[in-house]
């Protein structure tokens, strides 16, 4: 069975810039979560999609925004970038709503110039 | 405020011989408490998880010790081999986060097993 996919693996964008990030949970996973590490805060919860429903978010400003699609599949978007969004961005499914055993992908490396 | 804390930025040990990765946390509305592993340029790969209502979850080489007194989480790994050498993860889920997939991290242990 694949694993959790992310799309892009890099990325570089610079200041007050936008930027789409793509996650693909393991096959007949419905649940999606997103991370966010950096080497000074660590692994942060940013926010867990379900059934194309938000049901937790972190604590990030609104630039910060995310959505799922019926496949499951989802997407997070950083909107007026600054250069402490650099971070390794990560997506994570589980089987369940609120699924406590989160599968991870790959990242996406950001660096914002 | 709830935290999770791995205090041992990093452990070194030789092959075959015990790892025991530490983590401690601040207060005890947690269901679930997890470890994760992380290589280089890959995402965290889970590989156990306890449940708040246990202390103690076994998996192969791996065993997940829960002190729910001392608010302590260790991970013990027996034997070490050299492919465990990774940064090592402890998670927690808070109760308070309504049944949702948000878990809170460690800041991470490096552990190097040496041949």
């Known amino acids: 069975k694949a694993g959790v996919t992310q799309t892009p693996r890099y990325l570089i964008k610079t200041r007050g810039q936008q930027v789409t990030l793509s996650c693909s949970p393991i096959?007949?996973?419905?649940?999606v979560s997103w991370y966010q590490q950096t080497p000074g805060q660590g692994l942060q919860f940013l926010f867990e999609?379900?059934?194309?429903?938000?049901?937790n978010k972190g604590n990030f400003p609104g630039r910060f925004s995310g959505r799922q699609f019926s496949n499951s599949r989802s997407e997070m978007n950083v909107s007026t970038l600054e250069l402490g969004d650099s971070a390794l961005y990560l997506c994570?499914?589980?089987?369940?709503?609120?699924?406590?055993?989160?599968?991870f992908g790959p990242g996406t490396r950001l660096t914002v110039l | 405020d709830q935290q999770v804390k791995q205090n041992s930025p990093s452990l070194s040990v030789q092959e075959g011989r015990i790892s025991i990765l530490n983590c401690d946390y601040t207060n005890s509305m947690f269901d679930y408490f997890l470890w994760y592993k992380k290589y280089p340029a890959e995402g965290p790969t889970f590989l156990i998880s306890?449940?708040?209502?246990?202390d103690k979850n076994e998996d192969g080489r791996f065993t997940v010790f829960l002190n729910k007194s001392a608010k302590h989480l260790s991970l013990h790994i027996v034997p070490s081999q050299p492919g465990d050498s990774a940064v090592y993860f402890c998670a927690a889920r808070p109760i308070s986060s309504g049944n949702t997939g948000k878990l809170i991290f460690g800041q991470g242990t490096t552990l190097q097993v040496k041949p």
């Open positions: 096959s007949g996973h419905r649940s």
């Open positions: 999609y379900f059934s194309e429903t938000q049901r």
């Open positions: 306890i449940s708040s209502i246990k």
């Open positions: 994570a499914s589980s089987l369940l709503a609120g699924g406590h055993e989160q599968f």
